[in-house]
């Protein structure tokens, strides 16, 4: 296996990260966030795919291969559920899981709506960064520590309407089989054990180990 790696990094060049991409996230880093800001508000940067999006800016800037690493772990699959449930609705009129059912709503300005289409290529930059810079082994255990923070920050301090990373209940639809805490508890568990640590044992398994 380590040698078609080899053979592949090495016609791709060296395990640097071309200015033209930095500077083209970076712009649209600039773009997204007073436009975002002024829309949802502050408190929709918590999602885990804007965090990402940060996280993956300052990861290609450093050429961080830890960065890069946790931001891959974090939303690999669930951006691949986000262009699922799109794809899903855009081809075939079918409502799945509605995950990105705020795309088809004509309320939110469609300039607003294409600056969303940032969860589509997102997480192959992420991967693609990891490729080249390769993939740090901490990762999950700094992702599912940082998820930890952030899930509680959003079960404590944000509007139960806002739903943010669904500490109120999957999908954006409240819950109330289980108290609060509990769900918020298993909902942690939930996210490092069957969404970060697949991707973990992936990412080993297909990546390069970092240098």
Known sequence: ???WQELLRSALGPGTIPVSIKVATTLFVCVLVPVYWRHYGPANFLW?????LFGGLIAIWLE????ASVQA???TVLELVWLGDFLTRLILRIETIAIAKYMFDRKIPLFIRGLSLFHVWLPPLLLWTVWRLGYD??????????ACVVLLVCFCFTHRTQNINWVF?????????????LYLV?????????VYLPTHFALLAIMPARC
């Open 48 to 52: 885990f795919s804007d965090i990402a």
């Open 169 to 181: 209940g999957l999908w954006g639809k409240e819950q109330s089989r289980l108290p609060p805490v």
């Open 73 to 75: 772990v974090s939303v």
């Open 137 to 146: 082994r901490r990762a999950w255990l700094v992702q599912t520590l940082l």
């Open 1 to 3: 296996m380590a040698d």
């Open 186 to 194: 298993c909902l942690m568990i939930g996210f490092s054990v069957c």
């Open 64 to 67: 961080s291969s830890l960065l």
